[in-house]
């Protein structure tokens, strides 16, 4: 069979030059070798760039459940604390209280004096009113009308005196409480802090809030 071939290609040009490309294309070259390598690359790299934005997408999905699963401690926002302990834990207030007990002692005083003196005048004219001539009677129930409305006066004028009184000497205290809880505040990075007098505030995320006091407490003792 190949020796039939070859001799019919001898005497053929035609089977002679079709067995020639035959021959060509059959003998593998560097060029016929470059282009199976080439497009093999140039394959593998369109897959690693297309398989990219999927990798970034999937790393980022397991940081998100990363962090999720493994949540990073959140700084307190609020502060909380109640103004009526910081107060009284204050030495000054100590003082205050003894000033205020001492003048609500020297207003009672003076009104148990009035009053007792209203009591000896309504005796006597109990006593007397019977012997007293009209214009005494009269004169002794004007008296004791006097008496009387001068004690309720007095009563009342005392009661305003001690609750100006208690006004002037805590109104020092709380501004100096006050300051301390905005110093406190601007150093922690609170957006607001909450006075948790009188229940106003049944629940505080502790998640998110923290208590001050301490924290104001010290800021008072180094002023």
């Known amino acids: 069979m190949c020796r039939f071939a070859n001799v019919a290609s001898s005497r053929n040009p035609t089977v002679r030059a079709f067995t020639a490309d035959i021959s060509e294309d059959a003998t593998p070259t560097v060029e016929t070798m470059r282009k199976p390598i080439f497009f093999y690359f140039f394959s593998v790299m369109a897959c690693l760039l297309a398989m990219l934005p999927v990798t970034a997408l999937a790393q980022q999905t397991a940081e998100a459940v990363g962090s999720m699963e493994n949540p990073l401690p959140v700084a307190p926002r609020y502060g909380y604390c109640s103004h009526k302990q910081l107060l009284e834990s204050m030495p000054e207030y100590v003082q205050a209280i003894a000033q205020l007990k001492s003048l609500r002692g020297k207003y009672e005083s003076e009104a148990s004096h009035n009053e007792e003196d209203f009591r000896r005048r309504f005796q006597e ?73 009188a229940g106003a505030f049944p629940f505080l995320n502790p998640a998110l809030s923290e208590d001050i006091t301490a924290f104001v407490s010290e800021k008072l003792r180094d002023e």
Do not use: W
């Open 125 to 197: 004219y109990l006593q007397g009113q019977k012997e007293f001539p009209e214009a005494i009677l009269l004169k002794r129930q004007a008296d004791l009308e006097r008496s009387m409305e001068e004690g309720l006066a007095f009563r009342a004028q005392a009661d305003s005196l001690l609750q100006q009184a208690e006004i002037d000497l805590m109104r020092p205290l709380h501004a100096r409480i006050d300051a301390a809880i905005r110093a406190v505040a601007i150093e922690h990075g609170y957006e607001c802090v909450v006075n948790t007098d």
